[in-house]
């Protein structure tokens, strides 16, 4: 792709200086009608020029003139395409990476009408979509959330992606006797009293990305992942909650 485009940009590069050059085939030059002819300016020499093209195809010859728009000049018609161009490619290259829950291991939920006790085992991949660039992730933390209310904190030590890998970590959230606000004790319970239940939960992950030098938007990023809508089935039969819907892909922003 990249070698494509190149080509292109020499391609139009060669056809634009073209237009410049004082040799400028005029066939198929009609009379009575507006022809390129290349260089035309008013007032100059080129009207003798012009007048003697048009001799050649009949008797009225013919004169430079301007056409009511500017013509557009030679910088602007060799740099928009390449702007164009090199804004395609830093925007493919600068591609976020991809984050996805795998998989989700719950013990049983202890809940009162105040308190919840549980821990959640979370693994999950990051995908780099970088063919020339590695990334190092630090201060990687995470929340996990039932509703509006944060259940428990965890935290991945800080680790190196190569170019065109997934990596996959851990993430494990325990809460012990973690106090809860009426409503969501209650709507624990009563989930938690259904034969078959499941719970929706939300992980929010956040970390510094340091990007490897290379053709890139930057090298430095704030990571925010948001993962709504974590679906964790329990029923009687198992002793453990297990991730309803994978992978579950979440959204991330580089800021």
């Keep these: 792709m990249a070698k494509q485009t190149v080509a292109s940009l020499l391609l139009i590069a060669v056809l634009v200086l073209c237009i410049g050059c004082k040799e400028v085939r005029v066939e198929g030059l009609q009379c009575c009608f507006d022809n390129h002819i290349g260089s035309c300016n008013p007032g100059t020499s080129d009207d003798d020029r012009c007048n003697q093209l048009c001799l050649n195809s009949c008797t009225k010859g013919g004169k430079c003139k301007h056409f009511n728009h500017a013509p557009p000049t030679l910088l602007i018609i060799i740099v928009g395409p390449i702007v164009l161009y090199g804004e395609q490619i830093l925007r493919r290259r ?9 998989s989700v291991v719950s013990t049983p939920i202890n809940a009162s009408s105040s308190e919840i006790t549980a821990s959640w085992n979370v693994s999950f991949s990051l995908q780099n979509r970088f063919k020339h660039q590695s990334i190092f992730y630090e201060y990687v933390s ?28 851990n993430l494990t959230f325990s809460a012990r006797a973690v106090h809860v606000d009426e409503l969501v004790g209650k709507a624990l319970l009563a989930q938690r009293q259904n034969e078959a239940r499941v719970l929706k939960f939300q992980v929010k992950v956040k970390g510094l990305v340091t990007l490897s030098p290379g053709i890139r938007c930057g090298t430095d990023y704030l990571m925010i992942v948001n993962c709504k809508n974590v679906r964790v089935g329990y029923s009687p039969s198992a002793t453990v909650g297990t991730l309803e819907d994978w992978p579950k892909k979440c959204t991330l922003q580089l800021t």
Aim: charged letters at 20%; proline letters at 8%.
């Design 142 to 169: 995470a929340s996990l959330f039932y509703g509006d209310m944060l259940l428990s904190n965890s935290t991945v030590p800080p680790f190196h992606q190569a170019e065109k890998n997934k990596t996959t970590k």
């Design 94 to 102: 600068c591609e976020h990476p991809r984050f996805t829950i795998d």
